[in-house]
């Protein structure tokens, strides 16, 4: 199926679940390699967590995609807009960069239909959304996550990966991202 006729993947805003977003910049350009841009991502979180009334429980910013395990606290949310909120911010700040500081890279970013130029800085759609309805699912996915960078050999353990989660999640280190607490019916007995 070419992918211009693929359905669009519906979004699921159903109250009480949690969300595992993740979503990658355009054409998998390493723009989070950048300190600058992983502050701005950082911002933008706390802003989005501010306005839209939502819990951050797991996150791992890796050179070119994002992961974020979030938790809605209003009944009624839409998980494209929270995940607009916090991506368009970045986009923007990222762009206007470029343009003063590396204008070389906006062709690149840059597509020309119907007489306009749009630029890129996240991979064009919403990326993925899994709803996460259960403990067990969502200890296995914050493990997921945290592995990322280990994985891909940046570091030796998780919790050395200096924007992640992990670290926060093994022994309560502080890390660059504000967190909110998974409530207990949230987690496994131990």
């Known amino acids: ?24 910049c355009y ?20 802003e989005t967590r501010a306005t839209l009334d939502v819990d951050l429980w797991a996150f791992v910013f890796m050179p070119e995609h994002v ?22 911010p970045v986009a923007g700040l990222a762009i206007d960069y470029l343009e003063t500081h590396a204008p070389e890279w906006l062709p690149r970013l840059s597509i020309r239909k119907s007489g306009r130029t749009r630029r890129f800085f996240w991979q064009r759609g919403g990326g993925y ?11 296995m996915m914050i493990d997921y996550i945290h592995m990322n960078p280990v994985r891909r050999g940046l570091v030796e353990r998780a919790s050395d990966w200096k924007w992640s989660s992990a670290a926060w999640h093994a022994h309560g280190a502080s890390c660059e991202v504000e967190l909110d607490p998974i409530p207990a019916e949230w987690t496994l007995p131990e």
């Not at 054409?27 to 706390?46: D, G, K, M, P, V």
């Not at 959304?129 to 200890?139: H, S």
């Open 67 to 88: 992961h974020l395990i979030i938790h809605p606290r209003r009944h009624d949310y839409d998980v494209a807009d929270i995940r607009q909120s916090i991506k368009e």
């Open 1 to 24: 199926m070419n992918i211009r006729n693929r359905p669009h993947r519906r979004n699921f805003n159903d109250p009480g679940h949690a969300h595992e977003f993740t979503f990658s």
């Open 129 to 139: 959304d899994r709803n996460v309805t259960e403990p067990r699912t969502l200890e």
């Open 27 to 46: 054409r998998r350009y390493r723009f989070l390699s950048a300190e600058r841009t992983c502050n701005w991502l950082a911002e933008s979180i706390a």
